[in-house]
């Protein structure tokens, strides 16, 4: 019985490890799209700042980064969580609000691009059902379950979050006025949402991941 519970207890020890590594990979690649965009379009503030690289200490805050996910996934929840923002001056920016937009586009769409990757390797290789085993099964569906996760909660039109930016491009001046006062709060708004209305928006986000998932199925033909 004692060695059951130390194989268990090492086995779920390495599945953090593994979960830290995905979480922290993809961040980085987050928010490295957000910073390379921008610096496409006119503005050096992240590159200047250091933070065009894959370096986890630019980039990683310890809460969002790691806190959060990690408690999230022990707790069995769709795993969500942010990096430090890449600095953005957005009178830098070609099209100045269009071109925040595309800064703010670019992370989560890197995250479904990520998860879609993973998902045509997994898929093709066989390494989703079972053929390199379990530990891989593993990887590949955490990769594609944490990288649609942090897509779906960065597309959630409240400030500072990405979605906002697409929303306040598109959104009448009323709603622009709306979402820069709350800018300062938008992450405490978040979080009490989340706390009061957890199993809802679970639910919101697990039937997003499977939805996107189907998608996923349904281009290569499965």
């Known amino acids: 019985m004692a060695s059951t519970a130390l194989i268990f207890n090492v086995l779920k020890l390495m599945q953090v490890f593994i979960i830290l590594a995905i979480i922290v990979s993809s961040v980085i690649m987050h928010e490295l799209a957000h910073g390379l965009v921008a610096y496409w379009l006119g503005d050096h503030t992240a590159k200047d700042a250091g933070r065009l690289t894959f370096n986890p200490i630019k980039h990683i805050d310890p809460f969002m980064s790691i806190l959060v996910p990690v408690i999230l996934y022990l707790l069995k929840a769709p795993v969500f969580g942010g990096a430090k923002p890449v600095p953005i001056n957005y009178y830098n920016l070609k099209g100045r609000e269009w071109g925040m937009a595309l800064v703010a586009v670019a ?102 991941m499977e939805g996107i998932l189907q998608f996923f199925y349904f281009v290569v033909g499965g």
């Open 107 to 208: 992370g989560p769409l890197t995250n479904f691009l990520l998860a879609f990757l993973a998902f045509l390797i997994g898929h093709f290789t066989g390494a989703l059902y079972g053929s390199g085993g379990e530990l891989l099964v593993f990887v590949f569906t955490e990769f594609i379950y944490i990288n649609l996760g942090f897509m779906l909660f960065n597309l959630i039109p409240i400030p500072p979050l990405d979605g906002s930016r697409v929303l306040y491009v598109i959104s009448p001046d009323s709603v622009r006025n709306t979402l820069k006062s709350i800018e300062t709060y938008g992450v405490i708004i978040v979080y009490i949402l989340i706390v009061l209305f957890g199993e809802v928006f679970s639910g919101l986000m697990i039937n997003g």
